[in-house]
RNA sequence: GGAGAGGUGACCGAGAGGCCGAUGGUGCUCGCCUGGAAAGCGGGUGUAGUGAAAGCUACCGGGGGUUCGAAUCCCCCCCUCUCCGCCA
């Protein structure tokens, strides 16, 4: 959410930045509103006022007798303070939601573009494999070595689930073993496990809620949502608090399961682990000063690229330009794994700075030292990273001619071993 | 799922229709005292909205209601704890 004294008073600026944004979005009734609501306010503040004045000196007064004209009049007053709230509360709403669907503004350095094509790319690192045959796709790969069943997970739950086996699920393991041990052991975040379910409050502050129900699994009884990413339960340990300066940066990680509708992508990504009802992902949230922010991006950046880079996958960084930035971020940059089996490079990673705009909805806060108000933190994340994309990178960049898969050097202690995959 | 007890400021804990944004204590902080510290003494110490400011308004788990007036009474919901049931 933006702050709604910026947006009032940088309403042309504020607008112009957001047009840079893919989407339409009709600021057109905000100002109106605004100030339906100010008077509003002030109209029945002052009614109040008048009531609590007035009531205390009936409360005063021994004799009620004396003051029944009083009485009767803060009678009417409240009946009327009644009606003005309830204005207020309607234009309150409508504000609310006006606010709630308005993207964050994008970072002064995000290259403006329309889409994806203006992307920026920034950097690339690792040379591609020279294959001496044609590489096959990871799910030709997996469904031949038995370590991926698209077919059976079809007969389990449906379309876009996975099920692995033997090597292959020890190899999900592995890797989300070794990438929580690299962030806890040589990044120096904390490790957590949150709940994967999650009520409306928290998909608010994250951003997820109002604007992007349809891309949730809710559960029908209790209005619980299965979260999409872990940035969600992560970046909500901290609503509604107010921390301490000293203890900033906050850095978590977090391994969870996602589940994602993923409406509106049908007849995309069909094959394959790339687009998956459920898949499983290590996060990176962290919680920062306004100040440190953009600094604390790029280190949680380089946290995310050292995870392709010691297991020795080519990959490339884009820094996402502002008509591809998601809704609550304002600078993104993605890295972008290299498939030889499909001779592209595929989104492995997604580090954001949301600056204030999370914090400001989940009302997270801290407080300077010796300062009275408290400021709202800049919250960040990034995928650290998607394992089931890290799994299908490996299995398409280590593939042999014969169809075995060597494993990448740091991954054999966490796989027993195990030198290759084959049959 | 059943029965009971609770949810008050950073924390503990009072308050049971008006004198309560809330006694007291702990913590924190500033000052005095001290060679320094402890103890002691004195002051300060929630958040938000609105306003140029003084101020005003709101908030005692959340939402409704009764009343001139609600932390306090009534209704619904959520959460925590104890016991029983069930279960990993």
Redesign the pocket.
């Known amino acids: 959410m933006l702050d ?2 910026y947006l009032r008073d940088n309403f042309a600026a504020a607008q112009k930045a957001l047009a840079t944004r893919s989407g339409e979005l009709d600021l057109s009734g905000f100002q109106a509103l605004d100030q339906q609501r ?1 008077e509003l ?2 109209e029945t ?2 009614l ?2 008048e ?6 000196l ?3 007064t021994k004799d009620k007798s004396q003051v029944q004209g009083e ?1 009767a009049r ?2 009417e007053v ?1 009946a009327q303070i009644k009606e003005l709230d309830e204005r207020l509360r309607s234009v309150e709403e409508q504000l609310s939601e006006l606010l709630m669907g308005i993207p964050n503004i994008p970072h002064e350095q995000s290259p403006v573009g329309a889409s994806e094509e203006e992307n920026v790319e920034i950097r690339s690192w690792g040379d591609r494999p020279n294959f001496a045959f044609a590489p096959q796709a990871h799910w030709d790969i997996g469904e031949k070595l038995g370590i991926l069943d698209f077919e059976r997970a079809g007969k389990i739950s449906g379309a876009r689930f996975a099920l692995y086996t033997g090597a292959g699920a020890r190899l999900e393991r592995a890797l989300i073993n070794f990438m929580l041990d690299l962030h806890t052991e040589q990044h120096g975040y904390l490790e957590t496990l949150p709940p994967f379910l999650v009520n409306r409050a928290s998909m608010t502050g994250t951003g997820q809620l109002p604007k992007f129900e349809s891309d949730l699994f809710h559960t029908e009884e209790v209005d619980l949502f299965l979260i999409p990413t872990a940035e969600v339960p992560v970046t909500n340990i901290h609503r509604d608090e ?1 921390l301490n300066e000293k203890q900033l940066p906050l850095c978590y990680t977090a391994y969870t399961p996602c589940f994602r509708k993923e409406a509106g992508s049908h007849g995309r990504d069909t094959r394959g682990l790339i687009r998956q009802h459920q898949f499983n992902k290590v996060e990176l949230v962290k919680f920062t000063r306004p100040e440190d922010s953009d600094a604390e991006l790029e280190t949680l950046l380089q946290n995310a690229e050292k995870v392709l880079q010691l297991l020795e996958l080519p990959y490339r960084v884009v820094d996402l330009c502002t008509g591809d930035i998601g809704f609550s971020a304002a600078r993104t940059f993605d890295i972008e794994v290299w498939l030889p089996g499909q001779e592209c490079y595929r989104e492995i990673s997604s580090c954001s700075n949301f600056r204030d705009f999370q914090a400001r909805r989940a009302a997270i ?1 801290f407080r300077r030292e010796g300062a ?3 400021e709202l933190v800049h919250t960040l994340n990034g995928s650290g990273l998607a394992v089931g994309r890290t799994l299908l990178a490996i299995l398409e960049n280590y593939q042999q001619a014969d169809g075995s898969v060597l494993i990448p050097e740091v991954l054999k202690p966490y796989m027993g071993g195990l030198e290759k995959i084959d049959n």
């Open positions: 709604i004294k100010r306010l002030s503040e002052t109040k006022a009531k609590n004045k007035v009531s205390a009936i409360g005063q009485i803060m009678k409240s107010i806060r009275k108000k408290p």
